[in-house]
């Protein structure tokens, strides 16, 4: 029994435990890559423009009467022959009120509607459903769709990329795009902001409200065969005056290289230094706020 107690006592004594903690690995930050293309690049400029119609028809009552239709807001597009207003005459609405005399054929008469003379846009509405109008009065004005156009200003500088001929882009509030050529110089110049105002039409057809607020997009300088990154892999300090990337050394390591920009197009990026090679991986997501040297893992080896 002895004997066995002190065998118990030994094994006990034996069993040691470590309390030094295990060491854990820092960790790492799931990022997305990208490689340099090479590839043509021009600059774009965008400037700001308004729509306006030059011309335009005014529709005018040809009777004196009661409207019983009329369009119902500005801004209504319109086909060319489309009934836009009905009119009706004071004795045709004294028949109609009588029982005998609605049946017979003077109730037939005093009714007239006016159509579109073309195809467009209502810039204006005169008068509406319900109101007495006198014979001459107007109705409303239809801009013609066929003669829309872009009043652009541009910055004197811009002079040589801005030129009668040249082809742009028209970008709508929702962002929709539609080609479009400057076709005219307007001869005006505001003296406050030094700008140029151009005539730019689009190049398909388009019904847009009067005054609509919208931007010309310029193509200005070019790099042929240039060195490009998308914007999202580029980074700055807060001043904007120095630039860098995130590259990976291996598949868990990103460092810190300075780079040197040239021209910007849309989402692209020129980098004109260092030379990059097409197998250099660069972050392009999670990114933002690494260290010179960081612990990263690519995404796509994650999956």
Same mark, same amino acid.
């Given at each position: 029994m002895f004997f066995t107690? %002190?065998?118990?006592?030994?094994a006990c004594g034996n069993g040691q435990t470590s309390d030094t903690p295990e060491e854990t690995p820092p960790p790492k930050t799931l990022v997305d890559t990208t490689a340099v293309t090479v590839q043509d690049i021009r600059q774009e400029e965008r400037f700001p423009a308004t729509t306006f119609y030059p011309e335009n028809n005014k529709l005018a009552a040809p009777i004196a009467g009661y409207l019983l239709r009329s369009p119902k807001e500005v801004g209504e597009k319109v086909v060319n022959g489309q009934t836009l207003f009905t009119l009706e005459t004071r004795e045709h609405r004294a028949i109609n009120s009588d029982a005998e005399l609605r049946?017979?054929? %003077?109730?037939?008469?005093?009714?007239v509607s006016v159509h579109a003379p073309a195809g467009g846009v209502i810039l204006s509405l005169d008068q509406r459903q319900g109101e007495f109008v006198a014979e001459g009065a107007t109705l409303c004005t239809i801009a013609l769709s066929d003669k829309i156009g872009f009043r652009l200003s541009v910055p004197y500088e811009f002079n040589q990329f801005v030129k009668i001929g040249t082809?742009?882009?028209i970008e709508l509030p929702d962002k929709?795009?539609?080609?479009?050529?400057?076709?005219?110089n307007l001869n005006t110049a505001t003296i406050t902001s030094q700008t140029q105002t151009f005539l730019v039409k689009p190049l398909k057809p388009v019904a847009l409200p009067e005054g609509l607020n919208v931007s010309i997009i310029v193509q200005t300088e070019g790099s042929a065969k240039a060195t490009v990154l998308p914007k999202s892999a580029i980074l700055s300090n807060e001043t904007m005056d120095e630039f860098w990337v995130m590259k990976l050394l291996d598949d868990s390591t990103a460092v810190k290289v300075p780079v040197t920009l040239g021209l910007t197009a849309g989402e692209t990026v020129q980098v004109k230094s260092p030379v990059f090679s097409a197998e250099d991986r660069i972050l392009t997501e999670g990114n933002?706020?690494?260290?010179?040297?960081?612990?990263v893992k690519i995404k796509s080896r994650e999956q």
């Open positions: 107690s %002190l065998l118990l006592i030994s049946k017979s054929d %003077l109730a037939k008469m005093g009714v082809n742009c882009t929709t795009r539609i080609p479009g050529r400057i076709t005219e933002y706020g690494l260290e010179d040297t960081a612990l």
